[in-house]
């Protein structure tokens, strides 16, 4: 098993950044590949941003690209999403999660994630 507990969310203004934070726990947090979702009111949950356990390869949606980074600290189990320039559409309950997959062929599918968090409310005022 692993616990994923977020933070970090909260509201801000077009234009600004935040830092959020997943830090887990149980399982072997440093061969696992993270990512993290979110989802809109009235959407599907989409990807976000995904990272190989080593933190030696990233991946990231078109949308994001250029404005979110995403990290890991294995010394401190948690992974970090570091969103600059945010936008009222970027909106979203934000969820990372955890899985032991094929990055290269799995990272966007939300099915090879086996653990996920609670989420955390990101909200854009513009």
């Known amino acids: 098993q692993v616990h994923l507990v977020e933070s970090g969310g909260g509201l801000v203004q077009a234009g600004s950044s935040l830092r959020l934070s997943c830090a887990a726990s149980?399982?072997?947090?440093?061969?696992?590949?993270m990512c993290w979702f979110r989802q809109a009111p009235g959407k599907e949950r989409e990807f976000v941003a995904a990272i190989t356990c080593s933190g030696s390869s990233t991946d990231y949606a078109d949308s994001v690209k250029g404005r979110f980074t995403i990290s890991r600290d294995n010394a401190k189990d948690t992974v970090y999403l570091q969103m600059n320039s945010l936008k009222p559409e970027d909106a979203a309950v934000y969820y990372c999660a955890a899985g032991w997959i094929g990055f290269a062929s799995s990272r966007r599918n939300s099915r090879s994630y086996a653990f996920w968090g609670q989420g955390t409310q990101v909200t854009v005022s513009s």
């Open positions: 149980g399982r072997t947090f440093s061969s696992a590949a």
